[in-house]
Structures are given as C-alpha cells and as structure tokens.
C-alpha cells in the first residue's frame, strides 16, 4: 500500500516553494496543507486546518479513497458611527484525498483534531490483490 495524495499540485511543491502558502486555492476551493509520515507500521497524515471547528470536519473513506473534507466561513464588519463601511465574507471548503488501498476499513483509522491540526493514523495493510504473477502457457 502507498499513501500518494490525489492531486498532482504537491509533486512541484519543491521546485516553487516561493510561491508555496499555508494553503492553497484551487477552481474554488482551498487545498490545505498535508504533512505525511510514514513509521513501521503506519501513516500519519497531519492536515493544517487552521480556523475550522471539529463540527465543520468530515473525514470518508470510500473504496480506498481517504477523503478530508471541510468548511469555512466568516463574516466581518467595521462600523463608523452606526453606518456600515466595511463589510467581508470569507468562506470556502477544504478538500484533500488521498488512496490508502482496499485494505483498510474505516475502523482501522483514527483520528485527532487539536489547534487546528487534524492527526490521521493509518495502518499500514497489503492490498487486496497482489502483484500480478505471470501464468505459464503451455
């Protein structure tokens, strides 16, 4: 089993990492931060969610697939002697995946979320089929 992220923007972190930021927004949703570790017998994904209440976090899996998912949003307002003169909404979701293979079930990962840092371990586990093996035709 391999732990490899979804998206292909982390492979080209290293050659750009002028332009690298806590988080990242892609077609409309930020893409944060991921930190994976990798010990004899499992993975630690730490994601940076940084302003994110627990009850905004949903973590899946699905067919392989560990999915962190989360929303944003807030709302300021400077007031001038009653008058309204500055107002913003900030809002977005956060989404991250990653394939950790068929071998591992939902009850096999665990989870923490402190400071705004979600801690993931995930075992490590073979997948469900091995390698392919050459069949010999006579």
């Known amino acids: 089993m ?3 992220p979804r998206n292909l923007d982390s492979i080209f972190d290293d050659f750009f990492p002028s332009v690298q930021s806590q988080s990242e927004q892609h077609f409309g949703q930020i893409v944060p ?3 994976i ?3 004899d017998n499992k993975f630690l994904v730490k994601a940076d969610l940084p302003g994110i209440k627990k009850e905004d ?3 899946d899996l699905h067919n392989g697939l560990l999915t962190i ?3 944003h949003s807030e709302e300021t307002e400077d007031k001038e002697d009653g008058k309204v003169i500055r107002r913003e909404r900030h809002s977005g979701s956060y989404t991250r995946s ?3 293979g068929d071998g591992v079930t939902e009850n096999d990962i665990s989870g923490d979320f402190t400071d705004g840092v979600l801690t993931l371990t995930v ?3 073979p997948d469900a089929d091995p390698a392919p093996r050459r069949i010999e035709i006579s």
Request: proline share 5%.
């Open 33 to 35: 931060r991921v930190d």
């Open 123 to 125: 075992p490590k586990k």
């Open 37 to 39: 570790e990798e010990q």
């Open 57 to 59: 976090l949903h973590v």
């Open 98 to 100: 990653f394939n950790v």
């Open 2 to 4: 391999s732990l490899l």
């Open 69 to 71: 998912r989360a929303s």
